[in-house]
């Protein structure tokens, strides 16, 4: 209960957080003008923006998918693509506690027989390699940022701390793959109640293990992972087109798109909500893009971040109705199919990512 209620607090000013940067944002710049700029935009481009955002999804789903065959799980592509919408569906569009990786880690956990920990850990280290190309890129181009923009000042600070949040990261991988580590820490399973824990940690160690020399398949995760960062700046240089803005080349979308995510990864506001606004109005503002264009765009892009999220709401819903409750009843395996369409209850109160 405790739990529940200080989730709920850090909900709470989570939306007051985007309230009052909302408030500030139209403060500053005409409601009106910037709803005459989304009614004019292009529609054509923003249905091609909305394609691509959902190559980008099928793309995250293939490298996923890399991950889960070096742990010998045999599931489909498509079966991987259903979790995938599933957890953007819970992460970006239900105010919900529960994040995207813990429901797709949770829907493949489900059918793996045994195998919960694998499955985990597949999620994680997907996570670990995308974040891997995504602080890779994001160092570079802030480094790129401070160098080519005049006005930039700013991303001096943001290229230190991109550099510190790397460095940090890069620790944390080393010391998760680390045998050495692992050693020097078992005798923590040998204490009173996490002696329970025992066969977990060690399950988890050696899904993790798994990977240590699967280079291939980490360097083919990277890359597909640096692919939809270029994936992604290219839907906002489209959002960006549909709106008027034509002065600014793609190169600009691609330095600026790794540094708004490293800033969205503190997650001070509703789904990102108000603060993506006004790190995209200040960002953009740099190369001499007016306030109401940048702050349309960014409303637009994350329009199609939620259109692209709901078919996983669909993909839930099918699937946890799959079988009618008048039918009769179910055997083992079609139970087990029906119990992995449902997320795990809220009330573990995972923070959304």
Known sequence: MLSGMKQSVVNLLKLLVTLALFVFLLTRIPLQVVWGIIAEANVALLLAALALYFGAIVLGAVKWEILVKAQNIEVSLGAL????LMGLFFGNVLPSNIGGDVVRAYDLA????GRKEAAAISV???RLMGLFAFFSAAVVTAALATVMLAQAQALEQIEVV????????MALCAALFSRRLAQRVKFIF??????????????????????RFRYAALALNVLISMGIVVLTAFVWFLVGQAVGITHVN?????????????LLLIPI????LGAKEMI???????????DERALAMSLLFHVIVVTTSLPGGLVWFRKRHRTPPSSAPASDERRTTNETSRPPAPVSRTPSQ
């Open 124 to 126: 994680l280290v997907d």
């Open 269 to 272: 506001s509703f789904n990102g």
């Open 250 to 262: 793609f190169f600009t979308f691609l330095l600026f798109n790794p540094i708004i995510a490293f």
């Open 190 to 211: 040998d204490i009173g109640p996490l002696q329970k824990l025992k066969p977990v940690a060690q399950n988890v160690y050696r899904a993790l293990q798994v990977y």
């Open 280 to 290: 995209v109005v200040t960002f953009f503002g740099l190369v001499g893009v007016p």
């Open 110 to 113: 489900r059918v793996t027989h």
């Open 162 to 169: 991109t550099v510190i949040a790397a460095s940090a990261f």
């Open 81 to 84: 693509l259903s979790y995938a």
